[in-house]
């Protein structure tokens, strides 16, 4: 299947393959910082969602906060800043591996050999082998993007969802 090519079609050359391999890790490494961009962005409106929530809070006395209305609409409020919190961290904390001394690419690969191993070894890489090893490293980059556009998802859902939830506790308490 590897060496099919469609009629009329011709095989890309080794040139090729490489700058598509090389296409390819760039776009996946910018989807990657894509998530983590709007991550911290998220970050943010959660750090000004939980000071609003402290704040509306902070108005109130004992007594009106422990009322059943608010305790539920505030808990659901304050769990759905939490689950948003957790899963924005997911998206912004590294998630580093093991290296292991035969990969090329990964930081952690790199330094799992002396300088003098891997000089060597990246040196005695044929061309097809370095063109496969991207396209892995490519697969790599994509499931760590997957991941942190997952999380970013449900980070993003969450904060909405809380910030409907102050919305209504803020009301609440203010028409007591």
């Not at 304050?78 to 948003?84: D, E, R, T």
């Not at 330094?111 to 044929?126: D, F, G, V």
């Not at 970013?152 to 409907?164: D, E, Q």
């Amino acid at each position: 299947m590897r060496d099919e090519v469609k009629k009329g079609e011709t095989k890309m050359d080794s040139k090729t393959r490489f700058e598509f391999a090389k296409f390819v890790a760039t776009n996946t490494q910018e989807q990657i910082k894509l998530a983590d961009s709007k991550a911290v962005w998220v970050f943010s409106v959660l750090g000004l969602l939980t000071a609003v929530l402290t704040n509306v809070l902070t108005k109130f006395n004992f007594a009106e906060l422990m009322k059943p209305k608010v305790m539920i609409f505030g808990g659901v409020a304050i769990i759905s800043l939490i689950i948003a919190f957790k899963h924005i961290i997911l998206v912004i904390y590294p998630r580093l591996t093991q290296g292991n001394k035969e990969g090329v690419i990964y930081f952690r690969d790199i330094l799992a050999s002396t300088k003098e191993e891997y000089s060597q070894r990246a040196m005695a890489i044929n061309e097809e082998t370095m063109i496969k090893k991207m396209y892995e490293q490519s697969h790599a980059l994509a499931s760590i993007s997957e991941k942190k556009f997952s999380s970013l998802r449900i980070a993003i859902i969450s904060c909405m969802f809380a910030l409907g939830w102050i919305a209504v506790t803020a009301i609440m308490l203010a028409n007591h």
